[in-house]
């Protein structure tokens, strides 16, 4: 059974902050890895993507793959209220033609 | 900007009764997918369709069945409600070669059956 784990939280962090979520992924032939928000009551927004090791930035969102630890991250730098949401994890089912395996989602909550 | 909609935001049916929901994108996506999510259970895939008149079983089809006979639309068919089907309904879309692209959304639709 291919698997994405993600601590459900919540985190809780002050304002300003440096948020960090991390999901761990079981299928060792996973190339593609996404980060969704989902605010309360809507649905899930792509906000990040990353196919390669390492670090990819984009405003205040960095997100980070270690393939060999099978690890994917998701910081978000100088947290805004805003930010509090669910975070999914995904990672796409390796042959599988799009089709993703997602995890359970982190809660954050970002205080004023 | 990809555009996935569906065709209710919320909804109420007695059990028994037959729900259509259907869901449209702009963007000339060959794949579509149907999901439902539920307080703890995450999302789950119901079915999904690579091409027109295609489709495949998700992790849990039973209760459900879909059509597509539009590139640009897929329909999820429940033909006679339950209690346990009321959930958020999400529809989503990506591209053939997907694999670098993740899936689009629609914004969902609140099923409750009473």
């Known amino acids: 059974q291919k698997e994405v784990e993600q601590n459900s939280g919540p985190l809780s962090v002050p304002e300003g902050a440096i948020a960090s979520l991390n999901c761990t992924y079981s299928?060792?032939?996973?190339?593609?890895f996404f980060w969704y928000r989902q605010y309360s009551g809507k649905s899930p927004e792509l906000i990040m993507s990353?196919?390669?090791?390492g670090d990819k930035e984009d405003g205040r969102f960095t997100a980070q793959l270690n393939k060999a630890s099978q690890y994917v991250s998701l910081l978000i730098r100088d947290s805004q209220p805003s930010d509090s949401a669910t975070y999914l994890c995904a990672v796409v089912e390796y042959n599988q033609g799009g089709k993703l395996i997602f995890g359970q989602g982190t809660e954050l909550s970002v205080k004023p | 900007d990809v555009k996935v909609t569906q065709s209710s935001r919320y909804l109420v049916k007695r059990t028994g009764e037959k729900v259509f929901l259907e869901c449209v994108q702009d963007m000339d996506h060959e794949n579509m997918f149907w999901y439902r999510q539920d307080p703890g259970l995450g999302l789950r895939l119901i079915y999904f369709?690579?091409?027109?008149?295609?489709?495949e079983k998700g992790d849990i089809p039973e209760g459900y069945s879909v059509s597509r006979e539009k590139k640009e639309r897929f329909s999820l068919i429940l033909e006679s409600t339950s209690t346990n089907q009321t959930s958020m309904y999400l529809c989503?879309?990506?591209?053939?070669?997907?694999?670098?692209?993740?899936?689009?959304f629609g914004p969902g639709t609140r099923l409750t059956v009473t």
């Open positions: 989503a879309s990506t591209p053939a070669t997907s694999g670098r692209i993740g899936q689009y």
């Open positions: 990353i196919y390669s090791n």
């Open positions: 299928d060792r032939g996973s190339q593609s």
């Open positions: 369709s690579y091409d027109v008149k295609m489709k």
